[in-house]
């Protein structure tokens, strides 16, 4: 299968600074990430869907303005959270899809795990 | 929206049957999926199953879906080392990814 990498693996940050965490398709072109979030003891919850190009689709309840992506070339999808808060804290990993898996599955990166102190 | 339930830790000892269950309230899910996660490493898609099926079976994986109870299974023959990892249930149409609901995941932990 596809590989997708995501970077940083675990970061931590201090409360009201921002954070970047990269999702890279490394050896297929994603025309459409998806970004989940898993808080403990919890489901993934799919966050947006982020189409190259174009402005992400952000799932009910999720705010845009705090949770900036972008999705600026076919290998490299971007999730800035903003002025993060210990109740962000939680376990954000994405997937993509395109290329010749544009029709069959998802492929996903290793997750990230933010801690906001 | 829909509710994904598993259980959240199972332990089995080598060379045992591992059942992994899972319960689902929305029934128009197209496809449902099982996922393994290992430490440090993304879900990696293990099987499918398409929501008109009753069972599937691929090597030591076997798939079962009771539509009626909104059940479904993943059971693992002759447990290894190797399958200790998450293990996460998910629904949503073909193609991966978009609009896939998950279940909470369950630790599979395989011990000598």
């Known amino acids: 299968g596809a590989v997708v990498s995501q970077h940083p693996s675990r970061v931590i940050c201090k409360s009201g600074t921002s954070v970047k965490i990269e999702c890279r398709s490394l050896?297929?072109?994603?025309?459409?990430m998806f970004w989940y979030r898993q808080f403990p003891k919890q489901s993934l919850m799919l966050m947006a869907t982020?189409?190259?190009?174009?402005?992400?689709?952000?799932e009910q309840g999720v705010e845009k303005d705090k949770f900036l992506i972008n999705h600026a070339s076919l290998t490299l999808s971007t999730l800035t959270v903003t002025s993060a808060h210990p109740e962000d804290s939680s376990f954000y990993i994405c997937?993509?899809?395109?290329?010749?898996?544009?029709?069959?599955?998802?492929?996903f990166g290793q997750g990230t795990r933010l801690t906001v102190v | 929206g829909e509710d994904v339930e598993q259980s959240l830790f199972l332990s089995v000892r080598e060379g045992d049957s591992s059942v992994i269950n899972c319960t689902y309230t929305?029934?128009?899910?197209?496809?449902l999926y099982w996922y393994k996660q290992e430490p440090g490493a993304g879900l990696q898609l293990l099987t499918y199953?398409?929501?008109n099926m009753d069972m599937k079976q691929d090597q030591r994986l076997t798939v079962l879906l009771n539509k009626k109870d909104k059940h479904l299974s993943l059971r693992i023959a002759d447990t290894q080392t190797g399958d200790s990892a998450i293990y996460f249930c998910?629904?949503?149409?073909w193609g991966g990814g978009n609009k896939l609901t998950f279940g909470t995941g369950t630790q599979l932990k395989v011990e000598l």
């Open positions: 199953i398409f929501s």
């Open positions: 998910a629904g949503g149409p």
């Open positions: 997937s993509a899809l395109g290329g010749a898996y544009m029709n069959t599955e998802a492929f």
């Open positions: 050896d297929f072109q994603a025309t459409t």
């Open positions: 982020s189409n190259e190009g174009s402005k992400a689709t952000y």
């Open positions: 929305d029934s128009s899910s197209t496809y």
